[in-house]
């Protein structure tokens, strides 16, 4: 039996993630020595939601803070240079920022600062505001902040039913971008059934790169018996590609969600043929090259690739970093 690996593409980084880590690498490489003993850059909270993206540049000298009553007062006065994740904050979070003086560098994703704008276009408008996310997702609490009393945060279709809007007040519907396409029709379906006259935004919240990765995942998962999906447990997006890499597979296989190739269980693959291998949008090649390696080591020599769409998105760095 030829035992084989097949490769999602697009996998990996994406243009807003890729932006992101570029924001806080442009200011470690720039960055001088410091006689203060303050670090070069604080970050709040993970950069992009990859446990070894944010070890590497802890490494090389950036501190991650869940929030920003953890950086000093010395650093506030010195100028360091604080980042946004690209997951977005919320107006309190910017307030809290600007009232302590402290030097702000935003990597949001660009596709994540388009639904905080079109919230508050939305709310100037009159409308109330139906939000599908993750409770407690770093997107979804700074989407959410933009209006916390326009904004109604649902997860499932079932949450449909605890909404009450009368006939006469405008809806409009907004998503996390890292959501699920198949999750979200069923939401969408529920919504438009509970309230037919609710709105649509103007095009998807649900971003290129999360559907990009799902169509590639299901792809692939019609020639394997099993998939490894790399991402942490945190990455929304990663845990949406095993949920669809699992929804495709059905009963042929299952798929499995790892970190890296040492969390991988050769009893995964007893009696497999055929190994689907994709990434998050937070996840480094590196990573995906250690799985293919792990597998190879268990006997699956065959490499080959299915690709969907080429992807040629790329987002400019921050202002404030545009002349480094």
Same mark, same amino acid.
């Given at each position: 039996?030829?035992? +084989?690996? @097949? *490769?999602?593409?697009? %996998?990996?980084?994406?243009?807003? #993630?890729?932006?992101?880590?570029?924001?806080? /690498?442009?200011?470690?490489?720039?960055?001088?020595?410091?006689?203060?003993?303050?670090?070069?850059?604080?970050?709040?909270?993970?950069?992009?939601?990859?446990?070894?993206?944010?070890?590497?540049?802890?490494?090389?000298?950036?501190?991650?803070?869940?929030?920003?009553?953890?950086?000093?007062?010395?650093?506030?006065?010195?100028?360091?240079?604080?980042?946004?994740?690209?997951?977005?904050?919320?107006?309190?979070?910017?307030?809290?920022?600007?009232?302590?003086?402290?030097?702000?560098?935003?990597?949001?994703?660009?596709?994540?600062?388009?639904?905080? +704008?079109? @919230? *508050?276009?939305?709310? %100037?408008?009159?409308?109330?505001? #139906?939000?599908?996310?993750?409770?407690?997702? /770093?997107?979804?609490?700074?989407?959410?902040?933009?209006?916390?009393?326009?904004?109604?945060?649902?997860?499932?279709?079932?949450?449909?039913?605890?909404?009450?809007?009368?006939?006469?007040?405008?809806?409009?519907?907004?998503?996390?971008?890292?959501?699920?396409?198949?999750?979200?029709?069923?939401?969408?379906?529920?919504?438009?059934?509970?309230?037919?006259?609710?709105?649509?935004?103007?095009?998807?919240?649900?971003?290129?790169?999360?559907?990009?990765?799902?169509?590639?995942?299901?792809?692939?998962?019609?020639?394997?018996?099993?998939?490894?999906?790399?991402?942490?447990?945190?990455?929304?997006?990663?845990?949406?590609?095993?949920?669809?890499?699992?929804?495709?597979?059905?009963?042929?296989?299952?798929?499995?969600?790892?970190?890296?190739?040492?969390?991988?269980?050769?009893?995964?693959?007893?009696?497999?043929?055929?190994?689907?291998?994709?990434?998050?949008?937070?996840?480094?090649?590196?990573?995906?090259?250690?799985?293919?390696?792990?597998?190879?080591?268990?006997?699956?020599?065959?490499?080959?690739?299915?690709?969907?769409?080429?992807?040629?998105?790329?987002?400019?760095?921050?202002?404030?970093?545009?002349?480094?």
């Amino acid at each position: 039996m030829t035992k +084989r690996i @097949v *490769l999602a593409n697009p %996998r990996g980084f994406c243009a807003g #993630v890729d932006r992101a880590i570029q924001t806080v /690498d442009t200011i470690l490489r720039t960055a001088g020595p410091r006689a203060d003993g303050l670090p070069p850059v604080y970050v709040r909270r993970q950069i992009v939601h990859n446990k070894h993206v944010v070890e590497q540049l802890a490494g090389r000298g950036a501190v991650f803070v869940e929030e920003l009553n953890e950086i000093p007062d010395a650093a506030a006065e010195a100028g360091i240079p604080v980042v946004f994740s690209a997951h977005g904050v919320s107006p309190a979070v910017q307030r809290e920022a600007d009232a302590r003086g402290l030097s702000i560098v935003d990597a949001t994703c660009p596709l994540v600062g388009k639904v905080h +704008r079109e @919230v *508050l276009r939305f709310v %100037r408008e009159g409308y109330e505001i #139906v939000y599908i996310g993750h409770n407690g997702h /770093d997107e979804a609490v700074g989407v959410v902040g933009e209006s916390p009393e326009h904004v109604h945060l649902i997860e499932h279709a079932a949450d449909v039913e605890r909404l009450d809007f009368s006939t006469d007040t405008k809806l409009v519907l907004l998503s996390q971008t890292t959501l699920s396409v198949d999750e979200t029709a069923d939401v969408i379906a529920a919504l438009q059934r509970r309230f037919p006259w609710i709105e649509l935004p103007p095009s998807s919240d649900i971003c290129y790169a999360t559907s990009n990765r799902q169509e590639a995942v299901k792809l692939v998962a019609q020639q394997a018996d099993c998939m490894v999906i790399v991402g942490s447990a945190n990455s929304s997006n990663s845990v949406r590609l095993m949920e669809v890499a699992n929804e495709a597979l059905g009963a042929c296989g299952e798929a499995h969600r790892v970190d890296d190739a040492a969390e991988m269980d050769p009893a995964w693959f007893a009696g497999v043929s055929t190994v689907g291998v994709s990434s998050g949008a937070s996840v480094p090649d590196e990573l995906v090259a250690g799985v293919v390696e792990r597998l190879q080591g268990l006997g699956f020599h065959d490499v080959s690739t299915v690709e969907t769409i080429q992807e040629n998105m790329h987002f400019v760095l921050p202002k404030a970093l545009r002349s480094v």
